[in-house]
C-alpha cells in the first residue's frame, strides 16, 4: 500500500506516492515537517529529521522524479535532472540513496525551487 504526501514551497507544490519500508516508516512519523531547499544542479534536497541506513536496494542513480532518503545528508533528494556528477542525462545523486517513492506528473516543476526557500512535507 503506498502512501501520499505533499511537498510544497513558495513558487509550487508536487504530490508523491511512497512504498512501505523502513525509511518511509520514520520520514511518516515525523510529518508535517519543514526545512530548507538546496539545490544541486537539477535536484532539490533538503534535511528532515529522520536517520536510517542505506536499505537493500538503495541507488545511486535513479528516473527522474524519485523520491530519495539521502543517508549521509539525512535528507529527501528529489531529481529531475542532471546533477553536477551526471553522465549524459542520468539523475546520478551524490552516493546511493534509499528509494521511497516517486512523484506523481512532472517532476520538472521542481525548478521553481530556489536554495533557502522554505519547503514543507505533509501527509495526503
Known amino acids: 500500500m503506498t502512501t501520499g504526501i505533499r511537498i510544497s514551497w513558495p513558487a509550487g507544490s508536487v504530490t508523491a506516492e511512497l512504498q512501505p519500508g523502513p525509511t518511509t516508516e520514520k520520514l511518516l512519523a515525523v510529518l508535517p515537517c519543514s526545512s530548507r531547499v538546496n539545490t544541486w544542479g537539477e535536484e532539490v534536497y533538503f534535511d528532515v529529521p529522520v536517520t536510517e541506513d542505506l536499505e537493500a536496494g538503495a541507488q545511486q542513480v535513479v528516473a527522474p522524479g524519485t523520491v530519495c532518503f ?9 531529481p529531475w535532472g542532471r546533477t553536477p556528477i551526471s553522465k549524459a542525462d542520468e539523475c546520478r545523486l551524490a552516493s ?3 528509494v521511497l517513492g516517486r512523484i506523481l506528473g512532472d517532476p520538472s516543476v521542481l525548478k521553481s525551487a530556489r536554495s533557502g526557500d522554505t519547503i514543507r512535507v505533509e501527509r495526503v
Open 96 to 98: 546511493a540513496c534509499n
Open 70 to 78: 539521502w543517508v549521509e545528508g539525512s535528507a529527501l533528494a528529489l
